[in-house]
């Protein structure tokens, strides 16, 4: 896949994620390099109404984006993004959710349980 222009740490990111797809086989990281690759005008912004509509409890959600703090979230569900609203991140830790950079989550190499959302 070609690499669009973004920042040397997302371009990196991209690279390790397509290389852990080819060596372990497993669809979600390069969906997710994919994902991470669009361009910035068309990147993903997702608010916590949309996770509380479609996210199970104690499940991992991934967003290849921003997740903003727009409506409230009951479920403790654990999301990793590459940005979160001040507001969202204090909404998600009240209903016992956890908050994660994606490099974070890349490291823990989790694939059970783990829905892309964007």
């Not at 499940?59 to 940005?83: D, F, Q, Y």
């Amino acid at each position: 896949m070609k690499i669009r222009d973004k920042t040397p740490l997302l371009k990196e990111m991209i690279e390790k994620l397509e290389e852990i797809g080819r060596e372990e086989k497993v669809p979600l990281w390069r969906a997710l390099a994919e994902k991470l690759n669009r361009p910035k005008r068309i990147g993903y912004e997702v608010n916590l109404f949309k996770l509380e509509k479609h996210a199970k409890g104690k499940e991992t959600i991934v967003v290849p984006g921003s997740v903003l703090g727009t409506g409230n979230i009951t479920k403790p569900v654990t999301v990793a993004a590459l940005r979160f609203s001040k507001s969202a991140e204090e909404k998600i830790g009240k209903a016992g959710g956890k908050c994660m950079d994606i490099e974070k989550f890349i490291e823990e190499k989790k694939t059970k349980g783990v829905r892309i959302m964007g």
